[in-house]
Nanobody, 122 residues
């Protein structure tokens, strides 16, 4: 399977917004749930948002509810993470993953991207 490729990371001031994109091959994208996890320096990776292959069900960690929105465009084999009202605690490397066992993004068989850095300054 081909790794998904994340883009859209960068540096932003607190209160700002970023939109992350994750492009995958059709083979990787079709029939897979998609999600985003993040890992801050010195901390474990945390599942922050996910969307089922149908797009009908989503998951958000409590820390991002109401601020982040995940969506997918199956025609483009792309999943998005719209991040609003960012704060310094959102600083992390954000990883995109395709996975088969909802809502377990860390279940065996997941296909992970290389990650994209998001830095939020106060």
């Amino acid at each position: 399977q081909v790794q998904p490729v994340e883009s859209g990371g960068g540096s932003v001031q607190a209160g700002g917004s970023l939109r992350l994109s994750c492009a995958a091959s059709r083979r990787t994208f079709s029939g897979y749930h998609m999600g985003w996890s993040r890992q801050a320096p010195g901390k474990e990776r945390v599942f922050v948002a996910g969307i089922t292959w149908s797009g009908l069900t989503t998951y958000y960690a409590d820390s991002v509810k109401g601020r982040f929105t995940i969506s997918r465009d199956n025609a483009k084999n792309t999943v998005y993470l719209q991040m609003n009202s960012l704060n310094p605690e959102d600083t992390a490397v954000y990883y995109c993953a395709a996975f088969q066992h909802w809502p377990s993004i860390d279940s065996p068989g997941g296909i992970w991207g290389q990650g994209t850095q998001v830095t939020v300054s106060s």
